[in-house]
């Protein structure tokens, strides 16, 4: 049986050669996957050349075929390459060079991005993607020979293998050689234990000689006996003692954690007080419960003038006009620690310079444990600029009036100055057409143009008069249900003579015998009589269609198309800004004032309707436009008038 000597070192030899063998197993495993990172390195290199290739000739994909095979060819010779197959991003092969090694060594089993040797070591098979602007174009997969490289990989970790054994094995000769030299003294000592073992398991025939050798013996093994019992005793409390050191040390330590984290918290928070205070936008005084000043910030230092110290120690009261404060006014101020009541209030502030300035005086009451005030805090916001602003925004908004007023007048004397004497011109030239001699042509053109440019002052005029009708606010829409339809329809048979004359088609179509929207009726009108009037004027050829269809979610919506001369679409942008023609200028084709589709666009807003507009330069363009039946017009005519009201 081995003594206890010899199992320690045994348990010794045994741990330590544990170690070596793991550190063997990763000396090989981290070297073997040098080797292998390496190979596979080689071959990225060599397929990236195919990649790179592609990358600068991506017709490959176009053509679906190699337009120089003689080059890939000499590629795969020069990288050592046997077989090349491109494929498409859809797994369509588009060409290869020596399809059928590649089919040998089933290719098309190798998933997206693989790259390892076959099971016979010949072929290295790799898979790279081809892409193009971060696009997918298709895959490559190449084929290396790779005898040599397996053989030399194969050599590499036979060589790994065996240097690994070799540090394990001189490892574990190294252990069993310290822990024999490490492990002698203590065999010693272990020895003489055993003896004196030995020796007391035959004291009961020691005693039986009952000489002074035995009985030295017997007391020997009693205060062995005795001591082994007190050492097991003091081993016990020493335990005891050291868990109920360990519980108080740690309830301790807690303590002083708790104590720490309160202290830097009180600091971090006393810190941020102080930058808050001092680097407030407004001013900040703290006072004490006798109503005296104690610390101010900067802010108020130059809201008021005065310099800290200057101001450190008086009553707050004496910087307010007529000591009016609230509760500081008092001259035998004292009230005995009871709070007073917070201050949230515009007073008159008297600076340095003896100049009043208004500001907003917000005080708020801090206590201590008692309930008693330790301080007060007051914030004062320096009002004086938005008082003026305010004094010149309400002159302003009283000119405002004023020009409106006038502005109204002026386009109200305008519209009958205007309009009266244009009204007599305007039927005053049929009666005159109808006295002078028919057979005169001169004349009658005369006449013919007079007529046109008549009605073509008289549509300028009530654009403009609209547009400022509109802008100013002046216009008061009243909604109300109608159909749409029937509205569209009649318009459209007016237009029948003008579409006629032109020699253009006009179609109109609907989804629905009924359309009822929730809008201002005028406006709708005018909206749609200046869209299909436009797309008249602006088509020489072809069609003009009116197109109206129920959506869903009880929304109507209305299409102007037509085969027109169209929109540029830098146009497109700006079309809706008042006085804006795409062909400006005296010499621009077709008349108009551009301010059409500005009052659409106005008279849109006013119903809460959306309109979009496609268009193309010779093809023709197309209007729509949707209106929206779950508007409430009446809840939101309401609630602008209250608004308005309010302000």
Do not use: W
């Amino acid at each position: 049986m081995r003594s206890r000597s010899q199992k320690l070192q045994l348990k010794l030899t045994l741990e330590f050669s544990l170690f070596f063998i793991i550190i063997a197993g990763l000396i090989y495993y981290f070297t073997t996957t040098k080797f292998e990172d390496q190979v596979i390195d080689k071959y990225r290199y060599k397929a990236s050349v195919f990649v790179n290739y592609l990358d600068q000739n991506p017709l490959v994909f176009l053509d679906k075929a190699f337009t120089d095979k003689e080059s890939f060819a000499k590629l795969l010779e020069l990288n050592d390459a046997i077989y090349l197959v491109v494929e498409n991003r859809s797994g369509e092969v588009l060409d290869a060079i020596n399809l059928e090694a590649a089919e040998k060594n089933y290719y098309v089993l190798a998933k997206k991005n693989y790259e390892g040797i076959s099971k016979d070591e010949s072929i290295f098979s790799i898979v790279l993607p081809i892409e193009v602007n971060k696009n997918l174009l298709g895959r490559i997969y190449v084929g290396f020979n790779s005898n040599d490289d397996a053989q030399n990989l194969f050599k590499n970790k036979l060589l790994t293998a065996l240097f690994s054994l070799l540090i394990l094995l001189a490892g574990i000769v190294f252990t069993y050689f310290l822990s024999s030299i490490s492990f002698r003294p203590l065999t010693k000592i272990i020895k003489k234990l055993d003896t004196i073992a030995i020796a007391k398991s035959e004291k009961d025939f020691i005693h039986s000689n009952k000489d002074q050798l035995g009985v030295l013996s017997d007391r020997v093994d009693i205060v062995l006996a005795e001591l082994e019992k007190s050492s097991t005793e003091v081993e016990s409390l020493n335990k005891k003692l050291h868990n109920v050191f360990k519980d108080k040390i740690s309830e301790l330590n807690f303590e002083i954690n708790q104590r720490k984290k309160a202290e830097i918290s009180l600091q971090k928070s006393e810190e941020q007080f102080r930058l808050v205070f001092q680097n407030a936008p407004i001013g900040i005084v703290i006072i004490s419960p006798e109503g005296k000043i104690l610390s101010v910030n900067k802010s108020f230092c130059d809201t008021i003038g005065f310099e800290r110290e200057e101001i450190i120690g008086i009553p707050i009261k004496y910087l307010f006009e007529k000591n009016d404060l609230e509760g500081f006014s008092d001259e035998t101020f004292n009230n005995k620690g009871i709070p007073i009541a917070d201050i949230n209030t515009e007073k008159i502030l008297l600076k340095k310079e003896g100049k009043e300035i208004s500001v907003i005086v917000k005080s708020v009451s801090v206590l201590d444990e008692q309930g008693k005030v330790k301080h007060y805090v007051m914030q004062m916001l320096d009002i004086s600029r938005i008082k003026q602003v305010q004094h010149e925004l309400v002159e302003a908004l009283n000119k405002a009036e004023e020009s409106d007023r006038l502005k109204s007048a002026f386009l109200a004397q305008m519209s009958h100055e205007i309009r009266t004497p244009l009204n007599v011109i305007l039927t005053s030239i049929p009666l005159l057409a109808d006295e002078v001699s028919s057979d005169d042509e001169d004349i009658k053109i005369i006449f013919d143009s007079v007529k046109s440019a008549g009605k073509r002052l008289q549509r300028t005029i009530d654009m403009i008069l609209n547009m400022s009708s509109v802008q100013s606010g002046n216009y008061k829409p009243t909604y109300e249900s109608f159909d749409v339809v029937s509205d569209i329809q009649k318009m459209v048979n007016e237009f029948k003579s003008l579409v006629d004359d032109k020699g253009l088609t006009l179609k109109f179509t609907h989804s629905e015998a009924e359309s009822f929207i929730t809008a201002d009726r005028y406006t709708v009108n005018q909206v749609f009589q200046n869209l299909i009037n436009n797309a008249i004027k602006y088509t020489l050829k072809g069609y003009v269609e009116v197109y109206v269809k129920n959506l869903k979610d009880k929304k109507i919506k209305v299409e102007i198309r037509d085969s027109g001369i169209g929109m540029s679409q830098d146009y497109l942008h700006k079309m809706f800004t008042p006085f804006s023609q795409e062909d400006a200028g005296h010499k621009r084709e077709f008349e108009g004032n551009g301010l059409g589709l500005a009052l659409v666009k106005k008279y849109l807003e006013l119903n809460r309707a959306e309109i979009t507009v496609e268009s193309e330069k010779n093809i023709g363009s197309v209007f729509s436009v949707i209106f929206d039946n779950n508007i409430n017009f009446f809840e939101a005519e309401s609630t602008r008038k209250e608004f308005r009201e309010y302000h």
